[in-house]
């Protein structure tokens, strides 16, 4: 029964700033870690972000680095991926994953790391 639901998408122009949510349920979150992946049409999904299960450390694509921060929540089950100084590059469908195992003592960045998915939050970035 895990869920894991994404909202914050929508249309901005280039320089604008998103904060995209993932509320979790059915598991332990806080024991966790928790990512964000993206995928276009014709693409691989591409690794974006993570976070570490408590916190401590967290990891980013160049692509992303500097702009999006991610954050995690455990008391309110929720992780974000605050997304600034967007370009029509990030357009794309923002997914939020779920690391398959409990407590891993690095930070995942691998698909196959990741075994629950949400639906995903379409991003468009305009010129």
């Known amino acids: 029964q895990v869920q894991l639901v994404e909202s914050g998408g929508g249309l901005v122009q280039a320089g604008a700033s998103l904060r995209l949510s993932c509320a979790a349920s059915?598991?332990?979150?806080?024991?966790?870690?928790m990512g964000w992946f993206r995928q276009v049409p014709g693409k691989e999904r591409e690794f974006i972000a993570a976070?570490?299960?408590?916190?401590?450390?967290?990891n980013y694509a160049d692509s992303v680095k500097g702009r999006f921060t991610i954050s995690k929540d455990n008391t309110g089950n929720t992780v974000h991926l605050q997304m600034n100084s967007l370009k029509p590059e990030d357009t794309s469908v923002y997914y939020c994953?779920?690391?398959?195992?409990?407590?891993?003592?690095?930070?995942?960045?691998?698909?196959?790391?990741?075994?629950?998915w949400g639906q995903g939050t379409q991003v468009f970035v305009s010129s």
């Open positions: 994953a779920r690391d398959r195992q409990i407590r891993r003592s690095f930070v995942p960045t691998r698909i196959r790391d990741f075994d629950s």
């Open positions: 059915g598991f332990p979150f806080s024991s966790r870690a």
């Open positions: 976070i570490k299960w408590d916190g401590a450390s967290t």
